[in-house]
């Protein structure tokens, strides 16, 4: 008699997210009656597996940063789930979801805006700990030097406010302060695009260490594809609130399938001539998110457009292997 096949359990992912809808009204007229939609997220699915960074790209405009603040709730979903480690988000209570914020934390692309100028650095890093009510005063203390260690910043600085910071010290501690909770996921947008690019590699290094050593999970928002090739284990591309295509960072840059992605990737500087794609060049203009155009929303830039693309949306579908799926919605696969 043969032995029996044990199975491994597929370990469920840290956070999913499922068909999530973010609208914001606009209003005009004398009453400010509500005259329209501004369909910032629209359906958007993916998942996030512990220890992993998903980097999320698209144009500026295209929703990501909505995106990123609706997961921690900053907005509340019009629409959709967000589960994390099975519970659903949006259904809560209040008290609940106090318990569970320390877990889903936010680095914020304004170091700067992100830090309040009447706070000193260590009343800073010292109010998240006050706000759970996370050891004792002087254990409180004793954390908020250990996190300076942590982003390798001098004690000195607790005492200064952050105008006398720089950026990059002020980025630190921004991710000090979305660290002091000890969370699961940080949402991370634009965490290094206002920086100089020897502070941007020392802040970039500082996330990679911080995950390797803790297993954080990060939602990598970023216009920069040659940052989030470098720090990222999956990538999702991101066009007028919707994804258009998902897969691991090595399979998508070595065959990006959708065309926006194509022209995204034929963008990035490359010191190599030979293996550099040719240039492609959109035309025309993201079209608004209040009225976005009927079937693919890409179609009217794309240059591989045919006649139902304007008619009907893409489904998603699976051009990759069992162990690395590779999703993409576009007609040229479907």
Not at 49 to 68: A, F, P
């Amino acid at each position: 008699m043969s032995a029996a096949v044990t199975v491994e359990p597929v370990a469920p992912p840290l956070l999913r997210v499922a068909n999530l809808h973010k609208h914001f009204p606009v209003h005009g007229g004398l009453l400010g009656w509500t005259t329209g939609w501004v369909n910032a997220v629209a359906g958007v699915t993916f998942r996030i597996d512990q220890g992993r960074t998903l980097g999320l790209v698209g144009e500026s405009g295209c929703g990501k940063s909505t995106l990123g603040r609706t997961i921690v709730r900053l907005y509340e979903p019009t629409a959709g789930d967000i589960i994390l480690e099975g519970e659903r988000m949006t259904e809560m209570s209040r008290r609940r979801w106090r318990k569970r914020r320390r877990d889903v934390q936010m680095i914020f692309q304004d170091a700067h805006a992100s830090l309040d100028p009447r706070f000193t650095i260590e009343r800073t890093l010292r109010e998240p700990l006050d706000v759970h009510g996370l050891g004792a005063r002087a254990e409180r203390a004793d954390r908020v030097r250990t996190l300076l260690d942590v982003v390798a910043l001098p004690a000195d600085l607790l005492e200064r406010y952050p105008h006398e910071l720089s950026g990059g010290q002020r980025q630190r501690v921004g991710i000090a302060r979305a660290i002091a909770l000890e969370p699961k996921l940080i949402v991370a947008d634009e965490p290094v695009s206002s920086l100089d690019v020897s502070v941007r590699a020392q802040v970039l290094d500082l996330l990679s260490s911080l995950q390797r050593e803790r297993g954080i999970a990060f939602l990598f928002i970023s216009h920069d594809l040659a940052v989030v090739q470098h720090v990222c284990h999956d990538v999702a591309v991101m066009y007028l609130g919707k994804i258009v295509e998902q897969a691991p960072v090595d399979a998508l840059y070595a065959a990006p399938r959708h065309p926006y992605t194509q022209a995204l990737l034929s963008a990035v500087p490359t010191i190599d001539a030979v293996s550099r794609p040719q240039r492609t060049l959109l035309r025309g203009d993201v079209p608004s998110p209040i009225a976005p155009p009927p079937g693919c929303p890409f179609h009217p830039r794309c240059p591989q457009a045919m006649p139902i693309c304007s008619r009907v949306f893409p489904q998603e579908k699976d051009v990759g292997t069992p162990d690395a799926p590779h999703r993409v919605a576009c007609h040229l696969y479907t």
